[in-house]
């Protein structure tokens, strides 16, 4: 993949490339910090250079503010859970803590024995967004990239049972494995990629993003109606049909075709004075 401009998400900078390759660089004040801990923030910026895959991923983990996942946004995906296709976009929360790495190792918690993998289109924000109409909504993409929602799901299962958030069940740590940032160049068609995940190089999803119920226009429109979208927020689009269990020991390679691709081990979490 080495070639492909990617997008560098950093929090000193903001930089525009031009035809002529020269980039214009504009001074920005690192965010404050709450006492809760959080950073509001009214400018956040994004650096776009040419690098390999794995350079940006850093600057994504450590600038984006959350992940909004869209649940049951393939119908096919929708009815194998049994579950009805809705009539808006059902969204979830996802903390940042939960990216990986390409090339990192997924980690299974105690006592579970599998995870389910559901490969994602993820969009990243470019530019604060708020009540965004859908005619002018992908001027607030920055970029995209493959993104796997790894899931609980007895934990899931118990929870929807309950009335329960899926928190415990999409939130842990290494659950968002994320490639690196594709710019809007590099991706003209957004809604007609082709998604596919493979275990020990067996294929289990291949999808394309043009089967997704909601759009991504009407997807950002939707979320910044409900929240304000910052830059380096990601948005998971939702998974295509195949989704299933991934066990200790086994590889999970992924991509969408011709753009890129992702690999990851799969491990039991150890905790201190665990053996």
Known sequence: ??????????????????????RSQVQCTPPRRSPFGIAPIKRRPILIVMASPSAGIQKLLHVGTKIVAVGRNYAAHAKELGNAVPKEPVLFMKPTSS???????????????S???EVELAVVIGQKARDVPESTAMDY????????????REIQATAKSAGLPWTVAKG?????????????????????????????????????????????????????????????DVILTGTPQGVGPVKIGQKITAGITDLIDVHFNVEKRKRPGSC
């Open 99 to 113: 990216y990986l790495e390409n090339g990192g190792t997924i980690e299974i918690p105690q006592p579970l024995e």
């Open 1 to 22: 993949m080495s070639g492909l401009e990617s997008y560098f998400l950093t929090s000193s900078s903001l930089s525009f490339p031009f035809s002529n390759n020269k």
């Open 172 to 232: 842990q740590d290494t659950f968002t494995p994320i490639s690196s940032v594709l710019s809007k160049s590099n991706v003209p068609d957004p809604d007609n990629l082709e998604l596919w995940l493979k275990v020990d190089g067996e294929i289990r999803q291949k999808g394309s993003t043009k089967d997704m119920i909601f759009k991504i226009p009407f997807l950002i429109s939707h979320i910044s109606s409900i929240m304000t979208l910052f830059e380096g």
């Open 141 to 152: 993409v920055g970029g995209y990239a493959l993104a796997l929602d790894m899931t609980a």
């Open 115 to 117: 995870l389910h993998h």
